[in-house]
Nanobody, 121 residues
Framework: QVQLVESGGGLVQAGGSLRLSCAAS????????GGWYRQAPGKQRELVAA???????NYADSVKGRFTISRDNAKNTMYLQMNSLRPEDTAVYYC???????????????WGQGTQVTVSS
């Protein structure tokens, strides 16, 4: 089982920045692709940003130009840099990643536990 541990959430004023991290724990892990999702109270979970095995990225229209997804393969960690934050960005943010683990390259897909991001106006 591959665990994804998120960190970096918190309270920030509108216009501020936060960087979320999502670290995969376990031995011989390789993340191929992943994404960040968010869920605001009373709303469905939505995809915010994604990165594929080739490093290509995709963003929700609402965050384009403000958020950047990246990953560090050596650290088995994904990041979401969030700039120019708005009150409407307030939500619980979840990371999702898939790849291989162990010496036999068994596939996995896991979710993080979620981290709260609150943007005050």
């Amino acid at each position: 089982q591959v665990q994804l541990v998120e960190s970096g959430g918190g309270l920030v004023q509108a216009g501020g920045s936060l960087r979320l991290s999502c670290a995969a724990s376990g031995s011989t892990i390789s993340i191929n692709a992943g994404g960040w999702y968010r869920q605001a109270p009373g709303k469905q979970r939505e995809l915010v940003a994604a990165i594929d095995s080739g490093g290509f990225t995709n963003y929700a229209d609402s965050v384009k130009g403000r958020f950047t997804i990246s990953r560090d393969n050596a650290k088995n960690t994904m990041y979401l840099q969030m700039n120019s934050l708005r009150p409407e960005d307030t939500a619980v943010y979840y990371c999702n990643a898939g790849g291989t683990r162990g010496s036999y390259g068994r596939g996995f897909e896991s979710w993080g536990q979620g981290t709260q991001v609150t943007v005050s106006s």
